[in-house]
């Protein structure tokens, strides 16, 4: 593995703006440098300067040329001292979990082990620690102060009003509108906020499954997510060693990573789902809670008298945790131990700080599902559930489709909002149409972009191998960005300050010809280049679309300028 | 080039529906043959069979195994026999356009000149022969019942109610709700229309522009969209020999042909914007009447009044010809000659049988544009045009940004529909961000799903290349999938009779792992195979997504084998 990974981006750098309520803090962002506009008046050449553009940054430490990145030391600890002056929290003399210690005793796991583990932090008994917590206590954490610049985009040195405070951020993680995911654990993760008043946000899937890919892949293909836009980071592996690859992946991820439990206690049960037991799946949440993990999905919203739904479904179920805890519900004629136990999940959860990212196991895996009593009644009892979870202090969120036909999308927001009072949405797409395997990318950014203007908090990215293999390097470039530009387009649409600025810039740099500009401003200037370059050369007053003489641009150009001489 | 072209899909056959009011009349569909569902019943394999599927396709005599095509003779004159049956026509002893007999009569392109020029069909004086014109007169032509039948695609079999009867269609076309494109010298081509109560259809621009691309790949671009499913073929070369590309083109196309007259009538005045005249122009149209062209965007609507208004524009004007004829106005200060001669216009297209498409050489070029004075007021001259076009029998339709963000999408249709009077809208996306440029054919798909819903009639496609290069071959297909899902999707919104059911096949066959099928059923079979086998052995019962123990399918089948033996 590459020792000192850099992300870098064309025309672009680093800066950092600092907090005014903690002047500690400094926040990262991407600044595109713009070329002159240059014209000629009166015979003189005149110049005129184009500012800057402060794009939103998921790079990290990873984009700062004066930061000497080490996988095999993990991310420098950013939150650590944050965390530690807030007390309430101590340092374990040894992790909780069970099975962490049987991994961390197995010899034979040594060459795969991440060399600096540190002994995790937990909240001391009696002592609460969250982000909601301290919201409602009326404290705006660094965190909150952090992301309150991070959604800003330097928009207000351009003279645009925002309504994004710290303040503001405190009120919406007081009222659960919104969720900053963040594990004491996991202090090399940039803060981040999840909520509906704030810029959309994207999730990427990695993981191995069967025998994929190894622990080298999962690092480099979180990084790779992280340089294209990803605002967080779902490890899903099921296969072997997912606790050694996961300690990997944390401590070198600058933004907050999410799990699903239930794989890997799957995987401890060699794949018989009847012999899950609440011990068993308590013993892996802790487990996770002190490596790190930020949001957990768990499928706790599915009730024994519910599972029958589905039973006339065109495509039964699709979500591989919501099936799995259908099969031990009906094996076990019981009620779910997930639901059973969930008071006791939110306690281990308030005590690290983890999200809770209440899963669909009854999402819809085709339109024809959509919408049905089964998705509802979950969606039901998730609304049930969130207020438990704010009862603990606990940050949640909601997870929503799916397969959904564009005009039953805003039912599925509006049933979310009033069910689930406010909570964040973070839905799956939705994909519109079933007929397009191989460009699910693009069916699935279509529902995801509308849903996302009608509310929905963050968007979980679909590649075009959706539905048919597991995505490679490529295909997670291409869902990347292809959820940024769908959760971009929400922006737009819900009028986020500042959002705008950046097409603006790109569109300006398109009409004079300044190529570069208007690549160094686009979602993935390295494919907007080499596409150019397939027929044109850099700097031409005309690409080839039009050729020299039928340039509309230009055209209108020369319009322009009979109007500014009079003749 | 290949002389007998052939279009294969995997899993399809060929079949026509015949007519009943025209017994003459048989429309080509593709119908994909399914496998039986197996099950094993108390220790019995039990097989169900599962309907074949028929779906709407563009890809003509192509597809038909049992037809020769032949690139150098042209496809069959399928609607020769209907339009001279109605009588109202001659056949000229001389192509009126004096540029075309130029072309004719020039020894030097002989080589390049398709062999079999048939010559061409006029209305005699004093009779009229559009599509309109019959619809008004109550006549149901083969062209109305033909669409009829191939807008159902077979579901009245299916017990599914449709309001498409040919009737129907005769009464949205005399009412310019819907325009059937059907040059009286395209007999090659399949009837198919465009309005909001039919399925949403899509364009592909093909053309050379410069020195790139000779005839043989024009043809093979052209038949190469009609594989993909693009309905309507825009021919906007602007290079070299263009009179001789499009007659290859038509001859030898089985979907409606456009084009915008004023690029060939400004290589007639190598590039010189001022030197275009009324006369010049009015060449280029019988020109390109007496090929077979179907219909012509010609950018009527820009008045000398209104040019301004693009001053303040981020992007000024994007149209070409917009661009052209504006700089016309300026350089002589008058009204534009398309404005000034419409009249003239329709009067050529009536004895053709030609549609306008009205362009739109205001559409914003930026989303910063979108919705302004500038767009809008030419708005609103198209609707005073549209009447004119009708008052002359002209069927007519009306052209449609561009760049707007999600949430001015909506008051760019209300007003189409108010102003222009029920009108077909056709749209170029619209682009919903202007910040991904590689990605273009997705921001525009976003935002064409959504206006296709909300009532466009057809969508133009955009290639991932748009603003940096001309499409290949691949960016072709991919800009062709792209847009037909988005039509899709928004058919599946606005519920036509029978939309979903290739979506509920093939998602049936997703649930039953009949991946074939599924592939079969979808929109780009050899993509979705392609991206299967990267990982996976064709056959199996579960892919390599969630490996063998997460298959959430699979585990939910077993659930509801448990239901079933009431274990």
New interface residues.
């Given amino acids: 593995m590459e020792n000192n990974i850099k992300i870098t981006y064309p025309g672009s750098e680093k800066v950092y703006i600092k907090g005014s309520l903690h002047p500690e803090i400094k926040v990262g962002m991407r600044v595109v440098k713009q070329m002159p506009t240059v014209s000629i008046e009166n015979g003189k050449r005149i110049e005129r300067k184009n500012p800057s553009v402060y794009i939103y940054d998921t790079s990290g430490p990873y984009s700062d040329p004066s930061i000497k990145t080490d996988v095999r030391k993990g991310l420098p600890r950013l939150r650590e001292p944050w965390i530690m002056e807030r007390g309430g929290v101590e340092r374990l003399k040894e992790i909780s979990s069970e099975y962490g210690r049987i991994r961390r005793d197995d010899r034979s796991l040594d060459s795969l082990r991440f060399e600096h583990i540190t002994l995790p932090l937990r909240a001391k008994r009696g002592c609460e620690i969250s982000q909601m917590y301290y919201a409602r206590q009326g404290i705006v954490t660094p965190e909150m102060e952090y992301v309150a610049i991070r959604e800003n985009m330097n928009c207000a040195e351009l003279g645009i009003n925002t309504h994004i405070t710290p303040e503001f951020v405190r009120d919406e993680v007081a009222a659960g509108r919104a969720v900053i995911p963040a594990n004491i654990n996991h202090p090399e993760s940039e803060p981040m906020i999840i909520g509906t008043n704030f810029l959309v946000k994207i999730n990427t899937n990695i993981g191995n499954?069967?025998t994929?890919s190894g622990i080298e892949e999962e690092v480099e293909k979180a990084v790779w997510s992280c340089k294209w836009g990803g605002d967080t980071l779902m490890d899903l592996s099921?296969?072997a060693n997912i606790h050694e690859t996961r300690e990997w992946i944390i401590r070198n991820c600058p933004v907050p990573v999410g799990t699903v439990p239930m794989?890997q206690a799957?995987e401890k049960v060699k794949?018989h789902?009847e012999e899950l037991t609440w011990e068993l799946f308590r013993d892996t949440l802790v487990e996770q809670c002190e490596q790190g993990v930020d949001y957990f999905t768990i499928h706790c919203g599915i009730r024994l008298q519910n599972?029958?739904l589905?039973?006339n479904r065109?495509?039964?179920?699709?979500?591989?945790g919501?099936?799995?805890i259908?099969?031990w519900c009906?094996?076990h004629n019981k009620e779910s131990f997930l639901y059973e136990h969930f008071d006791d999940i939110c306690d281990i959860c308030a005590r690290y700080d983890v999200a809770l990212s209440l899963g669909d196991g009854l999402r819809p895996?085709?339109?024809?599902d959509a919408n049905d009593r089964a998705q509802f009644a979950e969606l039901d009892t998730m609304g049930e559930l969130v207020e438990r979870a704010w009862a603990k202090n606990v940050q949640a969120f909601i997870e929503g489709p799916g397969h959904v036909?564009?005009?039953k999308i805003q039912e599925n927001m509006q049933r979310q909002i009033e069910k689930c009072h406010n909570a964040p949405f973070y839905t799956l797409g939705p994909i519109?149409?079933?007929?397009?395997?191989?460009?699910d990318?693009?069916?699935s950014?279509?529902g995801a972009?509308?849903i996302g203007?009608l509310g929905t908090a963050m968007l979980c990215y679909v590649t075009?191998?959706?539905?048919?293999?597991?995505p490679?390097r490529e295909d997670v470039r291409t869902g990347v960005?292809?959820y940024?530009?769908?959760a971009?387009?929400?922006d737009?649409?819900?009028?986020h300050p500042g959002a705008?600025v950046?097409?603006?810039a790109?569109?300006?740099a398109?009409?004079e010809f300044r190529w570069k500009d208007?690549?160094n401003?686009?979602?993935?200037p390295e494919?907007?280049l080499?596409?150019?370059k397939?027929?044109?050369h850099v700097g031409g007053k005309y690409?080839?679309?039009?050729?020299?003489?039928?340039?509309?641009?230009r055209?209108?150009?020369?319009?322009?300028e009979?109007?500014g001489t009079g003749e």
């Fill in positions: 499954s069967a994929t099921t296969g794989y799957m794949g789902a599972i029958h589905a039973d065109m495509t039964g179920m699709v979500s591989r919501g099936s799995i259908s099969k009906q094996m895996g085709s339109i024809y036909p564009m005009h519109v149409t079933d007929i397009a395997p191989g460009y990318h693009i069916t950014a279509i972009a509308q203007w075009p191998k959706e539905h048919l293999a597991l490679d960005v292809t940024k530009l769908a971009h387009a929400a737009i649409a819900k009028m705008v950046r097409d603006n790109l569109s300006k398109r009409y208007q690549f401003l686009s979602l993935d494919r907007a080499e596409y150019y397939t027929a044109n690409c080839t679309m039009c050729g020299p003489d039928f340039c509309a641009m055209i209108s150009q020369t319009i322009k009979c109007d």
